[in-house]
């Protein structure tokens, strides 16, 4: 493994999990994503960042309210197509 991403395809490959990340939904129930639900998801956005017009080197903000499988999963996806993945925090200033 070279790069961390890969540790998805590791992960699907030899330890397949149902609850790889875990969060609660709109109305507080618990909701799990498989570790296979993951890369699929990732590689999905990964898809969607490229069809958008985004090109490997490119610099891509992510931001969350709370801490979300979503922003795990988008960081992976940024990683994938070789962006720069730049986590910002939610209360940052327009300025």
């Not at 890969?6 to 397949?16: E, G, I, R, T």
């Not at 129930?29 to 990732?42: D, G, H, R, T």
Request: net charge negative; glycine share 6%.
């Amino acid at each position: 493994m070279k790069r961390l991403f890969d540790l998805l395809y590791h992960q699907v490959a030899n330890f397949p999990i149902d609850n790889a990340l875990n969060a609660r939904d709109a109305d507080g129930q618990w909701i799990s994503y498989s570790s296979q639900k993951v890369l699929e998801s990732a590689e999905l956005a990964a898809s969607g960042l490229l069809n958008l017009g985004f090109e490997p080197g490119d610099k891509i903000a992510i931001t969350s309210y709370k801490n979300r499988p979503e922003w795990v999963i988008m960081d992976f996806a940024i990683q994938m197509v070789g962006m720069i993945s730049i986590p910002m925090y939610p209360t940052i200033s327009p300025s």
